[in-house]
């Protein structure tokens, strides 16, 4: 499969199928954990795991501290399909491709899904350690062409021109600012900026960045959501605050990927307990 070679949904419905052959599970709720955030899916009960090179037309997720699997258990008494590691475009697969997995979720009859990564902090305020609540994102990529829903438009997925001005669930995000209070866990809250990578931002970009709102960034999630979107399902959005982006030429800190895998690893334990809770305190309609 090409990028000229658009995917269509006949190859969404046979990820799925085969999907489905491998579990009793029948989830509404999906999650895709970011670098350094696979701990989250070890506490699925009940849990069917998949390997990515199992599901026809998946894309392989290769980038260290993405695991490349799906696990389908209970988590918080809810069925829930789990990605343990997501696909990028950098790494040289067309954006249709690398958002299949999310076009497979709706064909599974998932209906609200939860992205989390780890990003960079743009917003002064902001510290390594935080998270961050997204309330909104800028997918520099996406407005000047690099955008998942170029191509041919299938109308029963979703519209031709559909709108992302609540690309992030403001019910679900409330939920999340009660749950978080409730449980004295500080939530930040913010813009997420989608960039390209793999090289990690300028000194310059940086301050762009700031300057034009964003409060944190990296180079995932905005294409999972704007094709969530699309089809009509509900986002949740969480971003762990790995690094503080270094926006002085003469600064001697430097970004590295082994730094936002460490971070992952230490911010997942409150990330999963606010994602616990969240579960909890959704309607049962909603999985």
């Known amino acids: 499969m090409t990028q000229a070679e658009p995917f269509t949904r006949a ?3 046979e990820a799925a199928a085969a999907i489905r052959r491998w579990t009793r599970h029948q989830p509404k709720i999906g999650l895709i954990l970011g670098s350094g955030l696979n701990p989250l899916a070890d506490e699925a009960e009940s849990a069917n795991r998949i390997a990515y090179a199992d599901i026809p037309h998946f894309p392989p997720a290769g980038v260290a501290g993405h695991v490349g699997q799906l696990v389908i258990g209970r988590l918080a008494g809810r069925d829930v399909l789990i990605m343990q590691g997501r696909a990028h475009a950098y790494e040289g697969i067309s954006l249709p491709h690398a958002t299949l997995p999310v076009r497979v979720m709706h064909e599974l009859g998932i209906t609200l899904l939860i992205v989390t990564n780890a990003a960079g902090g743009i917003n002064p305020d902001f510290r390594a350690g935080d998270l961050m609540l997204i309330t909104d994102h800028i997918g520099l990529n996406a407005l000047v ?7 041919p438009n299938d ?6 021109f ?4 609540k690309a992030y669930d403001p019910a679900l995000r409330r939920l999340a600012v009660e749950v978080a209070a409730g449980q004295g866990l500080p939530l930040r809250q913010g813009v997420y900026c989608g960039l390209a990578g793999p090289a990690f931002e300028t000194p310059a970009e940086v301050r762009f960045l700031r300057l034009i ?3 944190a960034c990296g180079m995932s999630t905005v294409p999972e959501v704007m094709v969530a979107r699309h089809m009509g399902m509900r986002v949740l959005g969480f971003s762990a605050i790995s690094n503080m982006a270094v926006d002085d030429v003469d600064a001697e800190a430097e970004a590295n990927h082994e730094e936002v895998l460490e971070a992952g690893r230490l911010l997942a334990p409150r990330l999963m307990a606010l994602l616990r809770r969240i579960l909890v305190a959704l309607p049962p309609s909603e999985g």
């Open 145 to 151: 062409g690099h955008n998942p829903l170029w191509g």
């Open 155 to 160: 109308e029963t997925l979703g519209p031709r």
């Open 213 to 215: 709102g964003a409060d």
């Open 11 to 13: 190859h969404y419905q």
């Open 162 to 165: 559909p709108a992302m001005s």
